[in-house]
C-alpha cells in the first residue's frame, strides 16, 4: 500500500487501482490515458478528474460513449450510457433521441419526447383515446397535462370524479342515483330519472 503513494509509477494496476487524475501511468500499459478531446488519444481514454484538465470532466463525460458491456459497472458518470452499451453508473445521454435501446432501469422514461415510449417506456396518452397505461406528455400542444389526467380519471375512476370535471353518462355512470340522476326503470319512472341510452324499449 506504501508502494501506491511512494512508487506508484512502478506497481501494477491490480495492486495499487488507477487514479481518476495524475496517474503517472496512465497511458503506459499500466492505466487508460486521459482524454484530451473526444474519444482522443484513444477510444478506451478516461476522463480526466483534475478541474483543470485539458479536456473539462463534464465535457468529457457527456462526449463520452461506455464501451463497456452492459452487464458490468463502472465509475459513476464516467461515460454515456448508448442503446449498445449501458453499464452500471453510466451517465444518461443528454440528447433525448440518444436514449433508443437504453432500459428505463438505467436511464428514467422521460415526461416527453422519449424515443423509448410505447416500448421500453409507456406510450404517451393521445387526446380522446387516453388508456389507463398510458403517460400524459408534459409538453403536448393542445392537450395539457391537466387535461390528460382529467380525461384519465373521468374514464378510469369515474366513480371518484364530480360532475363538473366529468359530466354524467347517458350509461353505465357508476355515480347514477348518487351526483348523477338514477336511470329510469320501467315501470318505476320519476321526473327526475335519466333515460339510460343502453336500453331499448
Known amino acids: 500500500e506504501k508502494l501506491c503513494i511512494t512508487n506508484l509509477v512502478n506497481q501494477t494496476a491490480?495492486?495499487?487501482p488507477c487514479l481518476s487524475t495524475g496517474d503517472p501511468r496512465a497511458g503506459k500499459g499500466q492505466c487508460p490515458a486521459y482524454?484530451?478531446?473526444?474519444?482522443?488519444?484513444?477510444s478506451d481514454c478516461v476522463c480526466?478528474?483534475?478541474?483543470?484538465?485539458?479536456?473539462p470532466l463534464q465535457t468529457c463525460q457527456s462526449e463520452k460513449k461506455c464501451t463497456a458491456s452492459s452487464s458490468s459497472t463502472v465509475p459513476t458518470d464516467s461515460c454515456t450510457c448508448s442503446g449498445a452499451n449501458y453499464p452500471s453508473g453510466c451517465k444518461c445521454p443528454i440528447n433525448?433521441?440518444?436514449l433508443s435501446g437504453i432500459p428505463s432501469s438505467r436511464c428514467d422514461c422521460l415526461t416527453t419526447g422519449d424515443p423509448r415510449a410505447n416500448g421500453i417506456c409507456p406510450a404517451y396518452c393521445i387526446i380522446g383515446n387516453a388508456n389507463q397505461s398510458c403517460v400524459c406528455d408534459?409538453?403536448?400542444?393542445g392537450f395539457s397535462v391537466a387535461q390528460c389526467q382529467k380525461e384519465k380519471a373521468c374514464k378510469f375512476d369515474l366513480i371518484n370524479q364530480t360532475i363538473s370535471d366529468c359530466p354524467c353518462l347517458s350509461t353505465a355512470d357508476p355515480r347514477n342515483g348518487t351526483f348523477?340522476?338514477?336511470?329510469?326503470?320501467k315501470g318505476?319512472?320519476?321526473a327526475n330519472c335519466a333515460c339510460d341510452s343502453n336500453i331499448t324499449g
Open 35 to 42: 482524454c484530451t478531446s473526444q474519444d482522443i488519444p484513444t
Open 180 to 185: 348523477c340522476p338514477a336511470y329510469c326503470v
Open 96 to 98: 433525448s433521441s440518444q
Open 48 to 55: 480526466d478528474y483534475n478541474p483543470n484538465a485539458q479536456y
Open 188 to 190: 318505476q319512472v320519476t
Open 138 to 141: 408534459t409538453n403536448k400542444e
Open 14 to 16: 491490480a495492486n495499487c
